[in-house]
């Protein structure tokens, strides 16, 4: 552990934490963010979570969440200097983006009025924090989305502005951005018409930001929408899964059970199982099945070939 000194209190951090992280272990959260998400790599790149910082005889502003800790390191988190640099940030935010929840919210709190006309733009969502980008590269790596464009002009868009190709539909973009500029709606009936007619094409769900539309894989039980097609594709690839596995959602799925007294190891249900839940496991001197439920699709077919009726009524998986 490393014990470093914030706000005049001294606290232990882990190793290679970031000040940020040691702060917020320490239940200090006077300092903003809107670039930060603990699922992604630090960033930087919003700047209100700066501090002021003194090691070694020197004292420098830095980013709390890409700064690392170091032995007897001294943090200010709200120093007269720190506050003049976020309320410059925030101003700069309030030119670009004057209609977001959160940047009105941090500038009335820091007490920033307006900012001036010439820096920003008329009706402007995105604050360029970056979170939909990183979270579409460095969590899903689908690479969808990118920045584009250079100084007043960057943009967050799908390649070209053209239709984003390898988006999945999963919306985590929409999930992580923190100024609901991202517009993910699951429709539950959609239809396409035509000079011959009308064809219905069931729920789906569109993200207008990156111009796609997916057909969401309903439950074969309840008819309730589970996720967009091209995520569950990318997630039975990753995980060697049939397509099968997400014909029921989770609240309709139940589980065989194997009553291991009446299993004669004869191999049916490991055979056609299309999920590979069925595996056989040491029980004593014997291999018996076992019905893996993280893996189960919840078709049953186990039971139906199971001709010994080891294989039980399902039940709800707890």
Known sequence: MTKIIIDGRTVKARRGATV????????????????????????????????????????????????????????????????????????????????????????????????????????????????????????????????????????????????????????????VCPTGIIKLQDRTATAVCTPEGTREKGPAREITNWQIEYPLKTCAACGNPIAPLPMLKKIAEEHCYQMDFFNLCPSCRTYPAVDTDLCTACNACIVVCPAGAAQFVEDGQDQKSHIFTQNCCGCHSCMDVCGWGAIKAPSKCS
């Open 20 to 175: 940020l992280e040691a702060a917020r272990a320490a239940g200090i959260t006077t300092i903003p963010t809107l670039c930060h998400n603990d699922a992604l790599a630090p960033y930087g790149s919003c700047r209100l979570c700066i501090v002021e910082i003194a090691n070694n005889g020197r004292t420098t502003i830095e980013s709390s969440c890409t700064y690392p800790v170091t032995e007897g390191m001294s943090v200010k988190t709200n120093s007269p200097r720190v506050i003049e640099g976020r309320k410059l940030v925030i101003e700069l935010f309030l030119a670009r983006c004057p209609n977001v929840k959160k940047v009105q919210e941090l500038a009335r709190e820091y007490g920033v009025q307006d900012s001036a006309v010439e820096w920003g733009k008329e009706n402007e969502y995105c604050i360029l924090c970056g979170l939909c980008v990183r979270a579409c590269n460095e969590v899903i790596k689908a690479g969808a989305i990118q920045f584009a464009g250079r100084g007043k002009n960057k943009v967050v868009d799908s390649p070209f502005h053209l239709p984003a190709e390898d988006c999945l539909a999963c919306g985590s973009c929409a999930f």
